[in-house]
């Protein structure tokens, strides 16, 4: 069994800041990519920004600019680092994360339980 687990949401300010972290437990061998979408109410879930093994990284063209994905593969956690935050960042964030249980083995897909951010104007 693999679990992501995030922290870091919490209320802000327009114009302020958040760090979201997502930590992965359990049976791991290995993490191909790693990301982070949101829901807001109502709206469809959408991807906000993914990371490879490697560190190669994509964003959501509305974050461009303002948030930044980063990853530790010693500690398997991935991190979102929310700058410049607006109200239309108001959502709850969910960690997902691509994970080879063992050598050999086809990866599988898990999520996180979410964490809501809110930014008030």
């Known amino acids: 069994q693999v679990q992501l687990v995030e922290s870091g949401g919490g209320l802000v300010q327009a114009g302020g800041s958040l760090r979201l972290s997502c930590a992965a437990s359990?049976?791991?061998?290995?993490?191909?990519?790693m990301g982070w979408h949101r829901q807001a109410p109502g709206k469809q879930r959408e991807l906000v920004a993914a990371?490879?093994?490697?560190?190669?990284?994509n964003y959501a063209d509305s974050v461009k600019g303002r948030f930044t994905i980063s990853r530790d593969n010693a500690k398997n956690t991935v991190y979102l680092q929310m700058n410049s935050l607006k109200p239309e960042d108001t959502a709850v964030y969910y960690c997902?994360?691509?994970?080879?249980?063992?050598?050999?083995?086809?990866?599988?897909?898990?999520w996180g339980q979410g964490t809501q951010v809110t930014v008030s104007s």
């Open positions: 997902n994360a691509d994970v080879r249980s063992s050598f050999g083995r086809l990866s599988s897909e898990y």
């Open positions: 359990g049976r791991i061998f290995s993490i191909n990519a």
């Open positions: 990371i490879t093994s490697g560190g190669s990284t």
